[in-house]
């Protein structure tokens, strides 16, 4: 798996995490109640590092596939194992949450600590990944209403099916689709404007991924209505000039590959 880890990363048992967190926690609530709370991230980061002996701010954490690489920055590690990510936001969000597991699910991490400074009350919550890459990469593929897409010399379902056998599901839909953009020829060749018609008149356009002549990709991690959200895509599709919508949804344990027509 080409996942490059921070180095000395070590698994924690449950409660040495719990611990390390309480400890660095009462770390964070000094600095925000010495501080406020209207500082950027980075300065909480490092006011936060400079009281915790040995921890960690910036390390790099690097997925790759193939000659696609990406690489991210993690908040804050402690004790080469306890991950924190940090926010300066007016609440925390599902994509904060949604952020941390990804970083936990591609560490092989089993728990994280999401933590917002903006509050008067610096807001806090437990993040856990109790899915392993072997759990992961268990999937199977739905492909009944899929008609092979090629662009760039590669096909869609074969090359994405690879690249989840390697990094498993659950992980974030926008590495994803950065992957694919990159092997279908990259950012600036991919993402086109779209127009949007209503009837003759164009009301404006999107900037999608066009991976093949008429043909663009939708991603998606539904665990329930895919019906409902394929007629929804019909929709999409018929206000706009392009042939077909490639639409993959990312489940658990189900990868789904429809292929939509415009129907006018």
């Known amino acids: 798996m080409p996942i490059h880890l921070p180095p000395n990363l070590r698994r924690l048992a449950d409660d040495d995490f719990k611990q390390i967190a309480f400890e660095a926690m009462q770390v964070i ?3 925000q109640n010495e501080m406020g709370l209207l500082f ?13 002996p040995g921890a960690q701010i910036e390390v790099p954490l690097r997925v790759s596939f193939e000659g696609f690489v990406k690489e991210y920055f993690l908040d804050l590690l402690v004790k080469d194992g306890a991950l924190f990510e940090f926010k300066v936001a007016e609440a925390t ?19 994280g600590k999401l933590v917002n400074f903006r509050n008067e009350l610096v807001e806090h919550e437990f993040v856990n990944a109790p899915l392993t890459r072997e759990d992961r990469i268990r999937f199977q ?15 869609l379902q074969e090359l994405f ?7 498993g599901t659950g992980l974030d839909l926008r590495l994803y689709e950065e992957a694919l953009v990159y092997f279908f020829g990259g950012q600036q060749q991919v993402v086109q404007p779209v127009e949007i018609l209503d009837g003759d008149a164009v009301l404006g356009s999107q900037k999608l991924p066009v991976i093949a002549p008429d043909t663009v990709l939708k991603l998606t991690a539904l665990s329930r209505d895919l019906d409902s959200f394929e007629n929804h895509l019909g929709r999409f599709l018929d206000h706009t000039r392009l042939d077909r919508l490639q639409w993959v949804n990312v489940g658990r344990k189900l990868v789904t590959f429809r292929t939509l027509r415009r129907r006018n």
């Open 29 to 31: 609530f000094a600095v």
């Open 40 to 52: 950027d991230e980075v300065v909480y980061q490092k006011a936060v590092v400079r009281r915790i």
């Open 141 to 155: 593929v739905e492909e009944h209403h899929y008609l092979p897409t090629t662009g760039a010399g590669r096909e």
């Open 93 to 111: 969000h599902d994509r904060h949450r949604a952020q941390l597991l990804n970083y936990l699910l591609l560490l092989e991490l089993p728990h």
């Open 161 to 167: 099916v690879r690249l989840l056998r390697d990094w």
